[in-house]
């Protein structure tokens, strides 16, 4: 029995049902823990290589950079999938060959959400104050030693809110990856819906996401909050440990800083002139 009446009755027998299941969810949950991590840290390498490359001096890199994200936000994260999935085989050697289906899915997340993410490390570098540039000069520090060791340690500081949304966003995007094949926690949800019927399997797979979610909410939370403490914009850790469960770029009453909001003005200013954009 399904529906509103059929989830009530039957809520005592599914609930042992899940118990009963839960080594299978638990596996679902690791699978899907595996591929949003792993693709997370690829797209923070691509984001970061790509959104260095979009400032890059050099024409022929800003344009080879510039074409690797348009294409790979312009196109979607299924096709992506399947692309790498039934398609990359069937190319004539050596670019053919068969991924496994982990690899397949941490691919297809890491390039698609790698290239919106790129445009956010591009937005919170072009927000550094000119002045920082300046200071550069004055201590004689190379390009590259001070987009390193001034630069980016305060962009690393805006963009973390960014990317905890865009990590939230692949946790969501990772739902389809059951598609190639790898049994994963909205794959077990689908096990569990064949003896429990939607309304209680659906309802236990937002759960499960949402937990899942607000793990990475508390994680960027964390890194946000370090983050401003070694530039000396905030308290250590230890000191403001209620941050954690606060939305990100919000001050301990729960309103956002005005130093954030200058920040993302800056930021979306800088993202704008260039033509491009966040999710």
């Known amino acids: 029995m399904d ?55 050099l024409l022929v890199v800003r344009v080879v950079a510039r074409v690797f994200v348009e294409f790979f936000r312009g196109t979607s994260l299924v096709v992506q999938l399947f692309w790498l999935a039934f398609v990359m085989p069937q190319l004539p050697y050596p670019l053919g060959f068969q ?71 692949l946790l969501k995007g990772s739902a389809i990856v059951n598609t190639v094949l790898l049994y994963d926690l909205f794959f077990q949800v689908e096990q569990l819906r064949d003896r429990t019927g939607t309304w209680f399997a659906y309802l236990f797979a937002l759960l499960a996401y949402y937990l899942l979610a607000w793990l990475i909410v508390i994680l960027m939370n964390g890194l946000e909050v370090r983050a401003k403490h070694r530039i000396g914009r905030g308290p250590a850790l230890t000191e403001n440990w209620r941050a954690l469960f606060q939305a990100p770029g919000t001050t301990p009453a729960g309103k956002r800083s005005l130093r954030v909001v200058k920040d993302k003005a800056a930021a979306r200013a800088a993202t704008a002139s260039a033509g491009g954009g966040t999710p």
């Open 99 to 169: 991924l496994e289906p982990m690899l397949v899915a941490v691919l297809a997340l890491g390039l698609n959400y790698g290239a919106y993410a790129a445009e956010v490390v591009r937005g919170s570098i072009g927000s550094v104050p000119k002045g920082q540039y300046e200071a550069i000069s004055a201590l004689s520090l190379s390009p590259a030693r001070g987009m390193f060791r001034v630069v980016i340690p305060q962009a690393w500081a805006l963009m973390i809110p960014s990317l905890s949304n865009l990590w939230i966003q």
């Open 3 to 57: 529906g509103v009446i059929g989830f009530v009755e039957d809520l005592g027998p599914n609930l042992q049902l899940v118990l009963e299941r839960m080594p299978m969810i638990v596996d679902g949950v690791i699978t899907t823990l595996q591929a949003t991590v792993l693709g997370a840290l690829l797209a923070l390498v691509i984001a970061f290589v790509f959104g260095l490359a979009q400032i890059s001096k």
